[in-house]
Each structure stands twice: as C-alpha cells, then as structure tokens.
C-alpha cells in the first residue's frame, strides 16, 4: 500500500484509476533530438508517469552508442537530426546491430508530413510515429497502447530472439486457438517466424490460411516471397500483382516484384516496376541501388545516373551507404561519354572512405579496378585489382559470389589468368551444382581463350567436392560422428553456400546429439547450416527432414 501511495504522489491527479496506477518506473528511456528545448520537455513529460531512467542525446551517433551500450525499453526519435544520420537510419541500423530487442518500443517524431517522409517512415515500421506537437496525454496513450501489445507477445519475442523459431510459431498457435485478440498479427508473427526459420513450404502453407480467411495484403506479399524463395517465379508474380491491386501503394510488394520479374528474365518490367516504387517512396536506400542497377544493364544511363546519385546522398550517414554505389555512377557516366565526371567520382569516393575499414576498402578496390579498366588506364586497374586480390587472401569469406566473379573477369582482362582462375574455382567451389554459374565460369574461361583449362578446372572443383562430401558421409556411417561434424563444420565455413555440404553438416550435428543428447550450441550450428541454403531447398526431401528433426530437438530442448 506504501508502495501505491509512492507511485500516486508522482502522477497526475485527474484521470481515471487506470491512469494513475500506469508508471514509467524502471524503464530504460532513450531521448534523441537535436533541439535542447524538445529533449527537456519529453523529459519532463516522461518524468510526470515515474520515469527515472532517461538518457537524452542531440544526433543519431550519439544514439546508437548508448543503444549499444545499454539497450533501451523505450525510444523517442526525432525524424530530423540536423548533420549526420536522421531517425529512419537510425532505426535500420539499430536494428542491423541488433540493439533493438522485440520487447523495446521505437517511436519516430516528426514535424514533418511530406509523402515521401510519410512513406519511408512507414516502410521501416517504428512501433509508432508521433507528429509534432503532441500533448502529454497522447504520448501516454500511444505509450501505454504499445507496451500492453509488446507485454502480450513477450514470450513469442523472447522465442525469435533466442532464435527458437518453431517455439515462436506453437506459442502463436496456442494464442489462436483460444481467440486471442491479435489474432491476425499472431498469423502474421508466425508467418515471419517460418520465414526466418527458411521453411518457405511452411510459409506457403500459412499464408494461404490467412488469405482463405480474409484477404490481406501482407498475407499475399508473404505468400509472394515463399513462392519467389521456391524459385517458383511465374506463380510469385501472379500473387504480388494481385497484392499491388489489393492495395497500390503497396511498395514492398513492388520490390519483391521487381526481384522476381529479375529472375524470370523480365529486365525492362523489373526496371519500370522499380520506378514505379521509387515514385512512391524514394528514400528507400536499398531500393535506388536495385533501380540503379537495374537499369544501367538495361542501358537506361540517366535512370542510373539519378538512381545512383540519389542512393550516394541517402547513404552518406546510412549503414547501407557502400563504394559499390560510386562504382554504378561512374559506370554510368563512362557510358554517357562523361569520363572524365566518372574519374571525378572515384576520387570522391576515396576522400568518403579514406578511413574505411578492410570490406569498405575491398569494396574500394573492386570498383576502382573495374572502372580505372573501363577508362582504359591499366596501371591503375592492375594497382587495384592486386590490392583487391591481397585483401581476399586475408579474408577469402569477403567476396560475394558475383564480386568474386566481377573480379576474375577484370584480372582475366588484364591477362593475369592466375588471380582469374582461382577467383573462379573459388565460386565453383561453392555453386558446384548450380549449372548457371558453370554455363557464365565456362563462358569467362573461353572468352579469356582458355576454354579447355575451364572444363578442366570445374572437373577437377566438382571431383573434389564429391569426395568431400563423400569423406564427411563416410566418417558419419562409421560412427566418427565428431570427426565428420568438424569436416563437413570447416568446408561448409569455407563453402558457405554450398547446398550438399551445408546439408551433410547439418544431418551429422542432428545425429551427434542423437548420440550424444542434445544442447543448444549445437542445434544453433544445425539451424544456421540449413538457413544457408537457398530458397530451392524448401521442396528438398532431405531438407524436409532435417528441418523437421531440427524442430524436434528444439522441441525438446524447450521442454527440458
């Protein structure tokens, strides 16, 4: 009773019982606004329902330090933060960093209400948004409103954190059955949930559920991905057309689109889809590299050259921001005959990252090489190229699958056929059965008149990757299940997208705590091999099962 009388003297007298009894206490609080004035009347606000623990900064560094520091309960961004990064990139980067659990509350203030500020604000879903000026009871409102709903799926959040996806989706079930009142964002959870967990039939299965009930538009965006991760491509685009119609501003659903229209070879409908979304939202960083992208290989160089622009301003203080974005406009511009604008974008380029860290610097060096070649001065492509070279020799992860091959084909035109062939078996190594990317590696091998070496490389990559994975199988079979789990453990860490090995890697983890009884470091080993593997896997038998003996054990890890 003490206690309560404590808690009244520090609220306001009117108001409902309700009201007077909801405090603050004992939650973390992070203030971010660049004006003193705002950040001690939100203070002041906060400290009127019992708050105590309340960090104010004035930018979005500052922010993310603190987050890193001592992750918040609640967040009151400002959009606007002056220089330097605004709120929307610090919510994405937050969460990048994982500084932001499920249970905290993440709410974006702004005076502002442009389309475009509206639009991207609500693309990167804050818990809320607040426009300037608010009144005391409506932050409490949208305060109390948010920590009821985050209280109610604490456990569900606690299950995607600890990445115990399965147990993520049987709590959600268990809320359905009995009628909880967030029912369809209980299906939408678990939708994420299944996702997350790279059970793309599952998802499938799921969203066609939720769409039987009721007709929703993130219920066919998810239905579109799940099909689009199964490399079922026609059916994809059919069911996010349909989710454009259901609702036209609709603007993840026009990003997926894109990508899918990508896959079935539809370069000028993907580019004209990704206009239509940067209409609607151009913010979106992520999105002007894609149109960027997309349309410098459609041969549409002002599209790209403004997509590239507008993705370098955006990602000046963004985590998303990269040289490769310096390397498409420069591009561009040496194919509207503005080279010397292109050479101008490099140097800006190395004065942004002059203290960059080794992937930026790497990122530097991909692109330096390949557009120092297309300018045609070869000494400062080869001077690139071998820095870029030396960086993959300390970090060979570094490279993704089509900066690896970018790099090969730029070391194959400078004649350094070495750098160019072992760039390639790497990429073999890891695609062995993706006759694709064989057809495009025989393809640079006979355009760099090495047709025959070519096939006599993928052989020999493919040979011994079958005895590997052989090996690996082997050990298990009798019974050296630790011997073939640290094989098949250092080739899949080599190979990490590699479909056969991630797969053995994962069925001899499953099988040694069969053996040895279960724990949680090695089923998150398990889990980690199996949500490497592409999309394509999800109608796999094999992956089926291991999916499902996965689940098996997380089962009964949880139950223990």
């Known amino acids: ?318 985590i998303f921001g990269s040289p490769s974005d310096y390397g498409g406009l420069a591009q561009a511009q040496i194919g509207m005959g503005s080279e010397e604008e292109a050479g101008k974008v490099l140097e800006r380029m190395q004065r942004v990252y002059s203290d960059a860290d080794d992937a930026a610097q790497l990122q530097m060096a991909l692109v330096e090489g390949q557009v120092q070649g297309q300018l045609g001065n070869e000494e400062a492509s080869r001077a690139a190229t071998q820095k870029a070279l030396a960086l993959v020799e300390n970090n060979p992860g570094a490279l993704s699958r089509e900066e690896a091959m970018n790099l090969a084909q730029t070391c194959f035109s400078l004649g350094d056929t070495e750098a160019g062939t072992s760039l390639v078996q790497h990429v073999v190594r890891a695609n062995h059965e993706d006759e694709t990317m064989l057809s495009r590696a025989r393809e640079m091998f006979a355009q760099a008149g090495l047709a025959e070496q070519g096939e006599s490389v993928i052989a020999d990559e493919r040979k011994a990757l079958i005895k590997l994975n052989n090996d690996g199988v082997a050990l298990a079979k009798q019974g050296q299940i630790k011997e073939s789990v640290s094989l098949l453990l250092k080739a899949a860490q080599a190979m990490p997208d590699n479909v056969a090995i991630n797969l053995n890697a994962a069925q001899s983890l499953l099988m040694l705590m069969r053996r040895d009884g279960a724990n949680w470091r090695l089923l998150r080993q398990a889990q980690e091999r199996l949500q490497r593997l592409s999309g394509a896997a999800s109608s796999n038998e094999r992956y089926r099962k291991l999916l499902a003996m996965a689940q098996a054990v997380e089962q009964s890890l949880d139950h223990a």
Request: proline share 2%; glycine share 6%; charged share 25%.
């Open 1 to 318: 009773m003490n206690r309560l009388l404590e808690l009244s003297r520090k609220l306001p007298v009117s108001g409902s019982r309700n009201e007077q009894l909801w405090t603050l206490e004992g939650q973390r609080i992070l203030i971010v606004d660049d004006f003193a004035q705002v950040r001690t009347m939100l203070r002041e606000m906060l400290v009127s329902y019992g708050a105590t623990d309340i960090v104010s900064v004035k930018n979005g560094e500052d922010a993310l330090e603190a987050m890193s520091r001592q992750k918040p309960d609640i967040v009151l961004c400002d959009y606007n933060l002056g220089e330097g990064k605004d709120g929307q990139q610090v919510l994405e980067e937050a969460r990048e960093h994982d500084f932001l659990p499920h249970s905290s509350i993440f709410i974006l203030v702004t005076a502002e209400n442009t389309l475009s500020m509206v639009m991207g604000v609500v693309e990167h879903e804050p818990d809320a948004y607040l426009t300037k000026p608010f009144t005391r009871v409506v932050l409490q409102n949208r305060l109390r409103r948010l920590q009821e709903k985050k209280t109610h799926f604490s456990a569900i959040a606690r299950a995607i954190e600890r990445r115990e996806y399965f147990r993520a989706c049987q709590l959600c079930d268990t809320a359905i059955a009995r009628g909880d009142r967030y029912s369809f964002e209980l299906m939408r959870i678990k939708g994420d949930a299944l996702e997350r967990a790279s059970d793309h039939l599952a998802a499938e299965a799921h969203f066609r559920q939720v769409l039987e009930q009721r007709e929703l538009p993130w219920a066919q965006l998810g239905l579109g991905r799940a099909l689009f991760h199964q490399q079922r491509y026609a059916q994809a685009q059919e069911v996010l057309e349909q989710a454009i119609e259901m609702k036209e501003n609709f603007v993840a659903a026009y990003d997926w689109l894109a990508r899918v229209q990508a896959a079935l070879g539809q370069n000028a409908q993907s580019e004209a889809t990704l206009l239509k979304a940067v209409e609607l939202s151009p913010k979106n960083l992520r999105r002007q590299k894609a149109l960027g992208a997309a349309a410098l290989s459609n041969g549409h160089l002002e599209v790209a050259e403004h997509a590239f622009k507008t993705a370098i301003r955006e990602g000046r203080s963004s």
